[in-house]
């Protein structure tokens, strides 16, 4: 009777042993803590500003380990031309495309202070780096473009080249400014051009872009180059307004 007695209450207590060991280990698969997961994927990404009467800024922005480890910055000018800051003659924008990398470096992030007697410089690269940085989630953003004011450039030739400033509303061309440029750099002035279908095409293509919502519309009749060079223009600037970096802008359309 005393052995069966022993060998219940050992029963009894391993049991209950088990039981608390196993309630335990629920419990730490409770509270066990979730993966971290890193904020952005690792690589270069571009971004660009909205563009005001005196140009944009793009930012390229490094990420490694879920860090911001490299920042470039330039503005464009109204003409598609990098700013030479080694000949600029603001010193408060020379000192800011120098320092506000390590700024953004520093706070991982596009949150920064803006650099003293520079705000415009540095709106624009702030607003720039923020849509690297939205690339570097790799999220699939709400709509294919960013609202705002976008400025693209065609390529570049001896005759001239043409700026597209090109307005967004809910992924919509609300409005399209269109103006060339010479060979010489030097803007035309369609108040006082000689060849008519041209200041003609200036007016008629940018009114085609924002009725069709796209850059596949025709060209303007005896104005070949020029409707050409302004298709080339909106096209960039739609890319610089993409939420996906990768997006064709015809996919968009």
């Known amino acids: 009777m005393k052995s069966n007695y022993s060998k219940g209450v050992l029963l009894i207590t391993l049991t209950f042993f088990l039981i608390i ?18 904020e952005f994927v690792d690589g270069t990404y571009t971004g660009f500003s909205d563009a005001t009467d005196n140009g944009y800024a793009w930012a390229r922005v490094t990420i490694e380990d879920d860090k911001i480890t490299d920042v470039k910055l ?7 031309n990098e700013k030479d800051y080694e000949t600029y003659s603001y010193e408060a924008s020379v000192e800011a495309q120098q320092e506000m990398p390590d700024r953004f470096v520093e706070a991982n992030s596009a949150k920064v202070d803006n650099y003293t007697g520079a705000t415009h410089s540095s709106e624009k690269y702030k607003e720039a780096v923020s849509r690297a940085l939205d690339y570097a989630r790799g999220e699939e953003e709400d709509g ?18 043409a700026v597209a400033l090109v307005t967004i509303v809910d992924d919509k ?3 399209v400014e269109l103006q060339e440029l010479d060979g010489e750099g030097e803007w035309k002035d369609f108040d006082n051009y000689d060849y008519e279908p041209a200041v003609e095409a200036n007016e008629e293509m940018a009114e085609r872009f924002v009725e069709e919502n796209s850059v596949a519309v025709d ?17 960039n600037a739609l890319r610089h307004a993409r939420r996906d970096p990768a997006m064709d802008v015809e996919e968009a359309e």
Not at 21 to 38: F, H, L, T
Not at 144 to 161: A, I, M, N, V
Not at 220 to 231: C, D, G, L
Request: glycine fraction near 8%; include cysteine; aromatic fraction near 12%.
């Open 74 to 80: 330039m503005e464009i000018t109204s003409k598609g």
């Open 21 to 38: 060991v196993s309630a335990g280990c629920e419990r730490q698969e409770e509270v066990a803590p979730e993966p971290v997961k890193n």
């Open 219 to 235: 060209l303007y009749t005896e104005a070949t180059q020029s409707s050409i060079r302004y298709k080339e223009a909106v096209e």
């Open 173 to 175: 061309m609300n409005n």
């Open 144 to 161: 294919k473009y960013y609202d705002g004011k976008f400025q693209g450039e065609s390529e570049r030739t001896e005759y001239g080249y």
